[in-house]
């Protein structure tokens, strides 16, 4: 199929395409890398009058450091940017375990860092990486920009915060903090396919090695991420052990989801799939927070 007709600006500054969202509202559409929105265009699930094409804004495609040990990501930077740059792999390494990940190379070539998150997906790695580094989300119109926490942005399925005039210009990703380790764990029937279930964990151990904080986010269970806050809870002043870790585990599958079944996959086996990888991601996590260095 061919997308529906449409008008077609390729600004080259960020007021210009804010400008063009500003005076067509509703009507419009942002377009980043183009890796979800041209076949929801040409399978007629958006039908939007005009696309207001965000790749010839240099300006929204950087990485930077900031002053607090973390990093600013354009939200036109591409993932194999992201993939390979060396600042990411120092300061947020979970982002960097995680783009080799996402579909293949052919799309990360293409698809966009901010373009992911925006478009919301609840299978998407990003999205749920996002929350669980606790990530902010800078968001701008023509009258003015806001900040919003990754953990508020996403309102349910392809739905976030953002306004029909506004942009995504960047996500900041805090330090990690001290004694920290991470992982990523997911299944999918296919390589390079979306996730059955994915999970995404922080654990941070203090000076007597004892579980100060856990996050733990799953992806590919809900119309969003969810936040497993039952299992965080069980981990929290706890010494790391494979007891605890398994205790979390049923804990994520048994209360902090309520997948639904579809042709790919049951519910029964999305909480199977939950309790299975947050444990492997909870012992990934711990080991490496242990080995941090302080």
Known sequence: MKPPPFDYYNPSSIDAALAKL?????????????QSLIPMLNFRLAQPEVLVDLNNITELAYIKPDDNGGLRLGAMTRHYQVEYDPLVAERAPLIAETMPQIATTQIRSRGTFGGSIAHADPSAELVAISVVLDANCK????????????ADFFLGMFTTQLEPEELLVEVAIPGMPARAGWALKEIARRPHDFALVGVAALVMLDERNL?????????????????AQNAANTLRGQQPAKDLFLAAAEAAGDQDVDPSS????SAAYRRQLVKVLTRQALEQAAERARTAKS
């Open 22 to 34: 500003a005076e067509h509202g509703y009507d419009a559409k942002a377009l980043a890398g183009g």
């Open 139 to 150: 968001l701008r119109s023509a009258t003015g920009t806001r900040d919003v926490k990754a």
């Open 211 to 227: 579980i100060e904080d856990a996050r733990i986010v799953l992806f590919s269970v809900g119309d969003g991420p969810v936040v």
């Open 262 to 265: 579809d042709i790919h996959a």
